[in-house]
């Protein structure tokens, strides 16, 4: 499975338990990783979900399986919240694995979403908390904002409503 | 959490492959992975110990194809079984839209199924889920061991809300695909109820 797709779309309705992401938020997301990512050089800027799910990548990302790196990364940082908790921390919130040639940087973003960045291991640590202390800031703004916007307008629409015909072909 | 990416056009979600040791749900993903064709699964993760008991998760991603336009794709995961688990357990359990629950037919291993599922029930609640509304498939494995009891003692025991029930054997993919497909079909239909 390619994660080619993750890369061309996303953006974003939280409700209970559906994200949807729209086109508008997307842009904005894209944006703001793209920014980072050519800032520090990154080699790639994920933003995913806790359950694992890529939602809006950045950067080149060659021989970087998306899928499975989002997948690890929120297992990692749920296996850090579950240790911070043991040892009466209510959260670790960074993550920084320090590697020979790349390193990676996973954050907290609202408890729903996490920020992950691969970057060369000759980068600076300080700077890469910095820019992401400050990206972090930007893409909780176009979150929350975006949620406030769809609890005050309709439900979001565009499930696809699909026929009981249709399902049984796709499960065939 | 279902994950609606109209930019993408995509629809993700995530099945959690839940039940005691050593009851199958590893070999359940093997086998899908396996006969799943190279364009339509991701890498096959497995966070095991030396002895391929699942210490953490496995993880499996894979592409079910087209739906009104939208690729439907399944993040498979299983929970480690062994009891002492229990908090590697209820974090993969998070954000999970359907549960399939792999009992393990034999006879000896009745307890541990029923001890597994009311640990399932428990840890949904902990997260604001209820067992008996979230789509959910009963997978009798190891229906080819001689100690595997009867299915109409099993599903007396284990039955928690009229489910679907399949009888397999995992190691060589009877009954696996069909387990998946109606807990696909569940969630798939909750979604649609969403709207
Ligand atoms: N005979 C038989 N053996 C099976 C069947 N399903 C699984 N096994 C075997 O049982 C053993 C355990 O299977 P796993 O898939 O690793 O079990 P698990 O549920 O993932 O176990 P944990 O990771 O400890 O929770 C393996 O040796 C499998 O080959 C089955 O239907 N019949
Ligand atoms: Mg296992």
Do not use: W
């Amino acid at each position: 499975m390619s994660h080619g797709a993750a890369t061309l779309g996303a953006a974003c309705s939280v409700s209970s338990n559906t994200f949807n992401l729209h086109d508008l938020e997307y842009q904005r997301i894209q944006t703001v990783l793209t920014r980072m990512q050519k800032e520090l050089r990154a080699q790639l800027v994920l933003l995913i979900n806790r359950s694992g799910q890529p939602i809006v990548i950045s950067g080149p990302a060659e021989n970087i399986d998306c899928t499975a790196l989002a997948s690890l990364a929120a297992a990692n940082l749920a296996a850090t919240d579950g240790l911070a908790n043991i040892v009466g921390e209510r959260e670790f919130s960074v993550l920084v694995h320090q590697g020979r040639q790349r390193s990676l940087f996973i954050s907290d973003l609202l408890k729903r979403f996490s920020l992950v960045l691969v970057f060369d291991a000759s980068a600076s640590s300080g700077l890469v908390r910095y820019k992401c202390k400050r990206t972090i800031l930007l893409l909780e703004e176009i979150i929350q904002e975006f949620q406030r916007k769809i609890e005050k307008e309709e439900p979001v629409t565009g499930i696809p409503q699909f026929t009981d015909e249709e399902l049984e072909e796709l499960l065939r | 959490m279902t994950f609606i990416n109209y930019v993408a056009r995509e629809i993700n979600c995530k099945i959690v492959y839940y039940g005691p040791g050593l009851g199958g749900k590893t070999t359940n993903l093997q086998y899908v992975y396996q006969i799943t064709n190279a364009e339509n699964k991701g890498k096959l993760i497995s966070l095991a110990t030396e002895t391929e008991r699942t210490l953490f998760f496995d993880f499996l991603p894979i592409d079910f194809g087209q739906i009104r336009g939208f690729r439907t794709r399944f993040h498979l995961y299983t929970v480690p079984g062994q009891v002492f688990y229990d908090s590697s357990r209820k974090l993969i359990l998070k954000g999970a839209d359907g549960i399939v629950f792999v009992a393990d037919s034999q006879e000896e291993r009745l307890d541990a199924n029923l001890e597994s599922i009311s640990n399932l029930a428990q840890n949904l609640q902990e997260q604001g889920f209820d067992i008996a509304k979230i789509p959910y498939v009963l997978q009798l494995n190891k229906r080819d061991l001689p100690s595997a009891l009867p299915v109409e003692e099993l599903t007396r025991h284990l039955l928690i809300k009229g489910e679907p029930v399949f009888e397999a054997v995992a190691p060589k993919g009877d009954g696996v695909l069909p387990t998946l497909k109606a807990v696909a079909r569940q969630v798939l239909i909750e979604l649609r109820k969403s709207a």
